[in-house]
């Protein structure tokens, strides 16, 4: 029999762990070599990374950067590594980085789009890292510092570079006293950017926002009376109507009382990254609040709402982006009224957006539904509405969930913005590298601009990428 | 149950009414949940709910704030009726405060946050007054230390008593605990009911589903006992528990204090 009383009289203290269980040898034996059937893996796996790089090599090392042709470049690495021998001909970047970048846009005018670019991460910013001034200052000093310097590069007129460096100069000393006010550049920064790019009066874009101004001050005007539903869409309509049909009007009488703005640029002049980003971050900023709306629209208690929201979700996922494009190149200008002359990168940013919004909105639907039914209740329960529990309680913890899959359908996006080249638009991928290896000069390459053109999407993607995991380490609260 | 004596002085039972149901029927598709309610409420006064689960006794104070709609019937809350006005029901929810099996607090705002959120909000209390009202509320549930921690960090003892003073800092003349300790370690369970007794002691008007027999018979001036969706037998907790009438209770009661 054993005695069934035992007391402890004195508790152990913790002790170090033997050898095996630290240190080099404990991971290499744990990840690389645990069991024979694992050591051969790893073997086997050693050999293929050997002959990959082995049989890339040569091709990297021997690159060329320096010639006129593509037959120059062939013997320039004969020449120096022995005849068969390959190399890599970079010497076509170097002579056409620049269609890559720009299309066609006018050579004398690339500081605008390089402007407009380094300001998108001014505006980016208060949204990407709200309220923390450090990050926000690092981010609008590396700003500054680029456009210092690439707008030199550019050759910009001596305006433009003084004005944006005070321009971010200034944003620079705002977020020192107010951070959260950096918000307001973020808000007009659409229709600089578009001032930027494409030109034209000055009054283009400040009537184009005066819309979002009459959009506002209508819901402010009605909200009181209406209730915020009935308001914001009077709001919508009444912006609509000032965007069809005074805009034009307003713009031009204003435009022939006081002159004054950039040369004109057309869309068919924009073309490769300049294109992409300017289609991507367009999407990208106008998707993500269109799926929320639809997302809840799916959910709602509103039959009619919820029809709608449905209908237009499953019909534009289930048809392939290139109909969508297609329909934006040939099939809106039979739609719309005769004379209008609806931009083609302006349609394809609207079906682009549409298409992104109908994913997001049942990546952000999946958020939803993971979110426990208490917490609806807990809003419910004190007296919060609608619209304050969704956007206080729902969503900031339904989006935190969706952070990944939200973020894959971004890059998703971006990556989808090379399918322009199939309405005639000239996309970094297929449309620039296909001009570029027209020209005899440069006749048969191929590695070259793909490798090129992926290494800058892969660099966008991951930065998104690492972003999202950033963003979710910091909006973790639940310690699970 | 509380180690100090319960002060019955300050809970008085006033002759207003607080909640006024009748007639009230609600149905879960065919499923009759609730069968002709009838009940009144005075201010002050503490009644615990008790039934077999699946009795109705949550649905029946989720109508009182409307998180369930009833079907036929009437449900009158401090005077206001409960319809498909939703003034009326965001009016109401805002008198009474709620406390749930599960807490659900909201795990993405601290402790403070989660108590200011509804009063400048909904009650547009400045955001400094909003924090020392929490402040207040969270000394007196015994967690100001608490107060920047996020609601995964505490006990499943500290996040009820958070949501206690969640649920206080809207000011509410009533509260509905719908289960208040069934989710916790037995613990936990004490220090949750020792704030329920404080706040019956200051002579807040509460209903409280639970099986806490022993919070009952200390704090409850009235227990309901209900089962199939039907009031089956009430009375004041000491002859409920002495001398239950109905054979139903009889047999409740035997099994929750038989061991």
């Known amino acids: 029999m054993a005695n069934a009383s035992y007391v402890r009289d004195q508790m152990l203290p913790p002790q170090a762990p033997p050898v095996s269980e630290a240190g080099v040898v404990k991971w290499l034996r744990e990840n690389l070599f645990s069991g024979w059937f694992n050591t051969i893996l790893t073997l086997v796996g050693v050999v293929v990374i050997y002959w990959l790089v082995v049989s890339a090599l040569p091709w990297w090392l021997n690159s060329v950067w320096n010639a006129e042709s593509l037959s120059q470049c062939r013997e320039i690495v004969a020449a120096t590594a022995g005849e068969g021998a390959t190399g890599a001909c970079w010497a076509m970047i170097r002579e056409r980085w620049h269609q890559f970048i720009f299309g066609f846009y006018p050579p004398e005018l690339w500081w605008r789009p390089v402007m407009a670019f380094g300001l998108l991460f001014a505006a980016m910013a208060p949204v990407l890292f709200a309220g923390q001034k450090k990050n926000l200052t690092l981010i609008l000093g590396a700003v500054g510092l680029f456009l210092l310097v690439t707008l030199g590069l550019a050759g910009a007129p001596m305006g433009g570079w003084i004005a944006s460096l005070v321009l971010v100069g200034g944003l620079i000393a705002l977020v020192q006293v107010m951070p959260g006010r950096l918000l307001w550049f973020t808000a007009i920064y659409p229709a600089l950017c578009f001032w930027l790019l494409w030109g034209g009066s000055v009054w283009t874009p400040i009537v184009a926002m005066l819309g979002f101004v009459v959009m506002g001050g209508a819901y402010l005007a009605l909200v009181g009376r209406l209730g915020p539903t009935a308001s914001a869409l009077i709001g919508v309509f009444l912006a609509v109507f000032w965007w069809l049909f005074l805009d034009i009007p307003i713009t031009t009488a204003l435009a022939s009382m006081i002159g004054g703005g950039l040369d004109q640029v057309d869309s068919d002049q924009f073309g490769g990254f300049l294109l992409a980003i300017t289609i991507g971050v367009t999407a990208i900023t106008f998707s993500l609040p269109i799926g929320i709306l639809l997302a809840l629209g799916r959910q709602s208690d509103m039959l009619i709402v919820k029809t709608l929201c449905v209908g237009f979700i499953e019909f534009i996922r289930g048809v392939p982006l290139i109909t969508l494009l297609f329909t934006a190149s040939l099939l809106l200008q039979y739609f719309l009224p005769p004379g209008t002359n609806f931009d083609i990168i302006l349609r394809v940013i609207i079906l682009v957006t549409l298409f992104a919004a109908a994913y997001l909105a049942e990546v952000i639907r999946g958020g939803l539904a993971a979110l426990p039914r208490g917490q609806y209740e807990a809003a419910d329960a004190l007296g919060l509405d609608y619209w304050r529990a969704q956007r206080l309680i729902i969503l900031p913890q339904a989006l935190k969930i969706s952070i990944p899959a939200i973020v894959s359908t971004f890059i998703g996006l971006f990556k989808d913005t090379t399918l322009v080249a199939f309405v005639g638009l000239m996309d970094p991928l297929k449309g620039v590298t296909q001009i570029v290896r027209a020209d005899i000069d440069w006749k048969g390459i191929y590695w070259e601009p793909y490798i090129f053109v992926g290494a800058i999407f892969f660099v966008i993607c991951f930065g998104m990428s690492r972003y999202s995991m950033y963003l979710e380490r910091k909006l973790k609260t639940d310690h699970r | ?259």
């Open chain 2, 1 to 259: 149950m509380s180690e100090h004596a319960i002060d019955r002085s300050k809970m008085k039972v006033s002759d207003e009414v607080a909640i006024q149901i009748s007639a009230m029927n609600k149905w879960y598709g065919t499923f009759h949940v609730l069968r002709d309610i009838n009940m009144t409420v005075q201010r002050g006064e503490r009644i615990v709910i008790c039934g077999p689960s699946g009795s109705g006794k949550s649905t029946l104070i989720r109508c009182i704030n409307r998180l369930e709609e009833h079907q036929q019937g009437q449900i009158v809350v401090d005077g206001t009726e409960l319809t498909n006005d939703l003034k009326n029901i965001d009016k109401v929810r805002s008198e009474v405060g709620m406390v749930f099996q599960h807490f659900n607090l909201f795990p993405h705002l601290t402790i403070l946050e989660n108590c200011t959120l509804a009063p400048i909000w909904v009650r547009k209390v400045p955001k400094k007054e909003a924090e020392e009202t929490a402040m207040h509320f969270l000394r007196k549930v015994k967690i100001p230390e608490q107060a920047n921690k996020y609601p995964g960090q505490l006990s499943g003892g500290q996040q009820q008593r958070v949501a206690i003073a969640r649920s206080l800092c809207m000011r509410p003349r009533i509260m509905l605990f719908d289960e208040p300790t069934s989710a916790l370690d037995p613990e936990m369970i004490k220090e949750v009911l020792d704030t329920m007794i404080e706040l019956a002691e200051e002579g807040m008007t509460m209903l409280c589903v639970t099986h806490e027999m022993g919070f009952a018979q200390a704090v409850a001036n009235r227990v309901i006992f209900m089962d199939q969706g039907q009031i089956v037998e009430q009375n004041e907790p000491k002859e409920f528990f002495n001398n239950p009438k109905s054979e139903r209770t009889k047999l409740f009661l035997s099994q929750i204090l038989g061991h």
